[in-house]
């Protein structure tokens, strides 16, 4: 019988000791992860803000400083509020300003009001709603310039549509981009009409998020349809209203491509000449990038102005 071995026998450990976690900041820790998973977003996120900044803050600042400076054989001077003087001692100045307000109130009562009504038309069908839908936006989805073409040949006097229609009736036939009257009101009719059909979705949308209880309370108190629009209506809807009301300003005081292509900018006697034309006269056609600057920022500050006291008045109202 043998001795028993004074030497403790080795036990192997088939278990692993736990892995040490690693550091924040290491390849492996909490950070690395959060950032490897959030690589691609914020890829996206500087691609966006990179291009924002190249092609919308960098060309404002650079307007800032031209609006102030004058370049003669390449060589750039600081001219102090000479830009702006020119542009305020042009005559063409004040008569832009007025064709353009013109244009914001005519198409605040076209562009305003009727992809609104056109909206409340649609949402009391109830079939066939897809295809109004379509037939309201096909014209959003034509390129302007095709649909700005399009109405030039309608208003042709010599062959246009409309004048067709007129003779029809017994009607005179019109120069409708030719008189110095009427043909600003030509130029908002094809903005209208090119420009409603995302509005009047927008509308649509708005509206039937409506509870349609408030329209069966309302009828069981006895109101007719225009009474609904009144009270039930426009106020569950103000807030679109208002935003809507606040872009179509802003896009109606930068109107350029309707006239310039319909009566080339100026028509007949300046009656459709507005800032932005008469910015790109400056520039284009005068070379003088100071004066377009300067009248820009004008522009800037009041289309800002305005925003601002609209922000305002909308946030004492909800208080």
Excluded at 116 to 124: D, G
Excluded at 210 to 231: N, V
Excluded at 270 to 293: R, W
Aim: a neutral charge; charged letters at 10%; one cysteine or more.
């Amino acid at each position: 019988m043998s001795a028993p071995s004074l030497t403790p026998s080795k036990t192997v450990n088939s278990r692993k000791p736990p892995p040490v976690p690693a550091a924040p900041g290491q390849p492996g820790g909490r950070f690395a992860r959060s950032l490897r998973r959030n690589l691609t977003a914020h890829g996206f996120l500087i691609g966006a803000v990179l291009c924002f900044a190249v092609f919308s803050w960098y060309p404002m600042v650079r307007e800032f400083f031209l609006a102030f400076q004058k370049t003669e054989d390449g060589v750039v001077s600081w001219v102090g509020f000479d830009n702006l003087a020119t542009v305020l001692n042009d005559p063409a100045f004040w008569q832009a300003w007025r064709n353009t307000l013109l244009f914001t109130v005519l198409a605040l009562v076209l562009g305003f009001a009727v992809p609104f009504l056109i909206a409340v038309t649609i949402n009391e069908f109830r079939h066939g709603k897809g295809y109004l839908r379509l037939l309201v936006y096909l014209p959003v989805m034509l390129p302007p310039v095709a649909a700005v073409l399009l109405f030039k040949y309608l208003y042709d006097p010599g062959y246009g549509l409309l004048n067709e229609i007129f003779d029809f009736f017994g009607l005179p036939a019109q120069q409708w981009l030719q008189d110095p009257d009427i043909s600003m009101l030509a130029v908002v009719i094809a903005s209208t009409w090119m420009n409603m059909g995302g509005a009047t979705l927008i509308y649509l949308a708005a509206l039937q998020g409506i509870p349609g209880e408030l329209y069966e309370a309302a009828e069981l108190d006895g109101a007719g349809l225009l009474r609904k629009i009144w009270h039930v209506t426009i106020p569950q809807t103000r807030l679109i209203l208002s935003l809507m009301l606040l872009m179509q300003i802003i896009a109606t005081m930068q109107v350029f491509v309707e006239p310039f292509l319909l009566t080339g900018g100026a028509g007949p006697e300046g009656s459709t000449t507005t800032v932005v034309h008469l910015i790109y006269q400056y520039a284009f056609n005068f070379n003088n990038y100071g004066a377009a600057a300067a009248l820009g920022l004008l522009l800037l500050v009041l289309l800002a102005g305005f925003s601002a006291v609209y922000v305002k008045l909308s946030r004492a109202e909800d208080e």
